[in-house]
């Protein structure tokens, strides 16, 4: 059977998934499948930056794969993946918080995404919003309150740079253009919540195609205090995210409703 270009994976060989996990680093990749249901977890495909496996939840096939970072390789992920049949999607990945009240360690549960991330534009105008699907916000916000995850619920800055975009002087030239400069602090000012650098075209373009989306992050940086990535919190923060997805999506699949509208399509 004639299957996808980049993610080399065929309609077989995702046994009629209709719900993807999306992280970004293909090392979560096996964490996050084996999370879901370590017994059937197995990996199906592996190209540049896009590793898939797929594993069950009672009848349902999930499929995990990773986007890389940023827009244009997450966009070819989920085009490729909306082809196979996928209809849902929902990332889970890493932020940097950027308000001094949400740690490291918290969950954010994505409402909207601010546009930076210069994909989302070839899905639709500026004007167009980046928000989150309805019953995948709501499932992640009732996870999270079920399992006792610290989280956050709002608006998220989603980046084209992890550097400049995102206000790192810590660089090669510690320089920032002025476009860019003070923006952290005027997102701050704004409530936006934190950033990272898939969010806006995923939401984007699932909006603007007709497929359901949703975006949770660990927070794995404090940008109120230093731009460094807090290393002992990685693991906890990915722990954090992959425990509250994965009981959304229990608790997506027990919804009749949704489940006939993901199939139908
Ligand atoms: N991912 C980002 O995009 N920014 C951070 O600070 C941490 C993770």
Known sequence: MKGVYHLKLTKKSIEGARIALLPGDPGRVPLIASAVNKVNAKEIAQNREFRSWITRLDQH???????????????????????????????????????????????VITSGSVRMDGTSEHYAPLSYPAVSDYYILNALVEAASSLKVRHHVGITASTATFYPAQ??????????????????????????????MESATLLTMCNAMGLKAGCITGVISERTKKEKILENFISIAENNAISVAVEAVKRLLKDKQLQSSITSQ
């Not at 970072?69 to 932020?95: D, H, K, N, Q, Y």
């Not at 810590?170 to 923006?183: E, N, V």
């Open 61 to 107: 096939t999930i499929l995990v794969t990773s986007t890389g970072i940023g827009g244009p390789s997450t966009s070819i992920a989920v085009e490729e993946l909306a082809t196979l049949g996928v209809r849902m999607f929902i990332r889970l990945g890493t932020t940097g918080a950027i308000q001094s009240y949400v740690k490291a360690g918290d969950v």
């Open 167 to 196: 206000e790192r002087v810590d660089t090669f030239s510690r320089y920032i253009i002025r476009d860019l400069a003070g923006t952290k602090d005027e997102w701050g000012h704004l409530n936006v919540l934190n950033y990272e």
